[in-house]
């Protein structure tokens, strides 16, 4: 599947299904990280690269519990491989439709304040990190829902490496300011 993914049914059906039905695993972290290109997520550069870094921080991986985020829509990690989580390549950063963008907040905002509300009781605390579009559906649904999460990498971080060398404006999350940034907040909250 090639088509903007948050418009197909596929996604919403499988959206829905984790959000009536599946019983999501307690933790005292909610990690929200972006999708990828690549699938399953957990083989891409950049997912490979936030597990390590996972790794580093937490001795113990039950004290945290991944959530994939973005183009997919919400989904708990450990679901990567169900279809139609991994049967689709789509790179929302490569379009130029301002509709669809609009679009993708949107939508990506709704699932993601419906899956909010659903855990409301199931992390002590959540982070996500992400930024751009991402980001904007992630601070829509903190804000409707009034359920904390924090958000990394922070505006100052962003803004003092705006259109750094890359292909992005705000930049990459695999970018050593950003990820350290993460590591930190990351530390202090596995010792609250």
């Known amino acids: 599947m090639t088509d903007p993914p948050f418009y197909l049914p596929q996604f919403e059906e499988a959206y829905q299904y984790i959000l009536n039905e599946y019983a999501v695993r307690s933790a005292d972290i909610g990690l929200f990280i972006p999708c990828a290109v690549r699938k399953p997520y957990s083989t891409s550069p950049s997912h490979k690269l936030f597990h390590k870094l996972f790794d580093e921080v937490f001795d113990d991986k039950s004290k945290y519990h991944v959530v994939i985020f973005g183009t ?27 509709k669809i963008k609009d679009d993708f907040v949107e939508i990506e905002t709704r699932r993601l ?15 996500a990190y992400c930024i751009g579009l991402f980001r904007r559906a992630m601070e829509n649904a903190v804000s409707i829902t009034g359920i904390n999460v924090e958000i990394y990498p922070t505006q100052p971080i962003i803004d003092k490496l705006y259109d750094a060398d890359c292909p992005f404006p705000e930049g990459s999350l695999s970018m050593q300011a950003y990820l350290d940034e993460f590591r930190n907040a990351l530390a202090e909250l596995r010792d609250r």
């Open 72 to 98: 997919c829509g919400v989904v708990p990690s450990e679901l990567e491989l169900m279809y139609p989580f991994a049967h689709y390549h789509y790179m929302l950063g490569n379009v130029k439709d301002q």
């Open 113 to 127: 304040c419906g899956y909010l509300e659903k855990t409301r009781d199931t992390y002590k605390y959540r982070i």
